[in-house]
């Protein structure tokens, strides 16, 4: 069956600072990987997702298939950024929406 | 556009009882899915309706059954409730059908606020 792991529950970091968010994933076929981000009081939303090759609010995630990774990066974190962060699995060319979440990531970023 | 609304926000069962928690999806959507969160952890899909009927299915037991209207709108029942089903029962639509009856789509979720249940 397929998994996602965040290895870290809270990650705190200075504005300023780079920001790393952890997503690894165990799955056989070839999966689609998103991001989905939630603020303060404001429902799940996607950030982005790996097909679209996007950089979202500064944020971007490469899929290393060899690493099983999808590891959410930012340069320069903004107090704004501050949020819960799931990453997420879908089961491979099905357009699935049968998505498989790891436990997400609070981030916080440190005046 | 309200978007993706759900109802209602917060209700307080016991063990044993049934609840039914409601989903309108987001306009021009027609698939509907519901997740379970519970606390300190992330979403887990419990099933996807389209076209009024159950598409996908995770693991989750037949307490868990659901229903979606010609309007699109779902509902999410659960019979039997159990301390473990505490949690935050979220709903999703997205257009996954267009994608079903070879168009293309958005790839998108978007979630409700959620229906947050406590059973005692």
């Known amino acids: 069956a397929q998994r996602v792991t965040q290895p870290e529950k809270l990650l705190s970091v200075f504005k300023g600072a780079p920001v790393e968010l952890k997503c690894n994933y165990s799955?056989?076929?070839?999966?689609?990987l998103f991001w989905y981000v939630q603020y303060s009081r404001q429902r799940l939303q996607l950030l982005l997702r790996?097909?679209s090759r996007e950089s979202i609010k500064g944020f971007t995630a490469d899929l290393n298939k060899g690493e099983t990774s999808f590891h959410l990066k930012k340069p320069f974190a903004q107090e704004e950024d501050s949020a819960m962060y799931y990453c997420?699995?879908?089961?491979?060319?099905?357009?699935?929406?049968?998505?498989?979440f790891g436990k997400g990531t609070k981030l916080s970023v440190i005046p | 556009d309200a978007g993706v609304t759900q109802s209602p926000t917060h209700l307080i069962k016991t063990r044993g009882q049934q609840v039914t928690l409601r989903c309108s999806p987001k306009?021009?959507?027609?698939?509907v899915s519901w997740y379970q969160q519970a606390l300190g952890q992330g979403p887990q899909f419990i099933f996807q309706?389209?076209?009024?009927?159950?598409?996908q299915r995770g693991n989750f037991p037949d307490r868990f059954s659901g229903h979606q209207f010609p309007n699109y709108s779902s509902e999410l029942n659960v019979n039997a409730l159990l301390l473990g089903d505490s949690a935050l029962y979220l709903c999703?639509?997205?257009?996954?059908?267009?994608?079903?009856?070879?168009?293309?789509?958005?790839?998108?979720?978007?979630f409700g606020e959620g229906s947050r249940l406590t059973v005692l």
């Open positions: 997420a699995l879908s089961l491979s060319g099905a357009g699935s929406y049968q998505l498989t």
């Open positions: 790996h097909i």
């Open positions: 306009s021009g959507h027609d698939t």
């Open positions: 999703a639509s997205s257009d996954w059908g267009l994608w079903a009856s070879g168009g293309s789509n958005t790839g998108e979720l978007f």
């Open positions: 309706y389209y076209e009024e009927e159950e598409r």
């Open positions: 799955y056989s076929g070839s999966p689609e």
